[in-house]
């Protein structure tokens, strides 16, 4: 079935079922592969997306829910000022180790930071409290989230 989906402003058209994932339509049929596959099952975050600004996982998202929706990807997120800001501080704190997660859990703390301009340890861990980092690095990605803010 074709589907037009609007993802970071560009609609873009896919033939496919209704019920195939968002992040397989992204990675596959479309080739943003900064959206990672973790777990399949919604628990890791490392596919989380934007779906209408709002904080999305990708694997369990069916393509046929997305509807006129904006997806925002890890591709696009810099051109936000909450995502450039999340970049550069993730650099300047040298948050990434094996770096697998880390576009999960940008995309979580941009929408935190556009809907909680000055978070505090209490709203970050809650934000982020569905994104699995295995290197263990919560600490810096809590750092840089307010360094972002700041």
């Not at 697998?100 to 909680?116: D, E, H, P």
């Amino acid at each position: 079935m074709a589907f037009t989906i609007k993802i970071n402003g560009i609609p873009h058209e896919v033939d496919v079922d209704g019920d195939t994932p968002l992040l397989w339509v992204l990675r596959d049929m479309l080739g943003m592969t900064g959206t990672k596959f973790g777990c399949g099952a919604a628990l890791c975050g490392a596919c989380t997306v934007h779906v209408d600004g709002a904080p999305t996982r990708s694997c369990v998202t069916p393509i046929d829910s997305i509807g006129d929706s904006a997806i925002t990807t890890i591709e696009a997120i810099g051109e936000t000022p909450q995502g450039k800001a999340l970049q550069q501080a993730w650099l300047e704190l040298e948050v990434v180790q094996c770096g697998y997660c880390q576009s999960g859990q940008i995309m979580s703390a941009a929408a935190l930071l556009a809907s909680t301009p000055k978070p505090t340890d209490g709203d970050i861990d809650d934000a982020m409290s569905g994104n699995v980092c295995r290197c263990g690095t919560y600490q810096r990605i809590r750092a840089a989230i307010h360094r972002a803010a700041a």
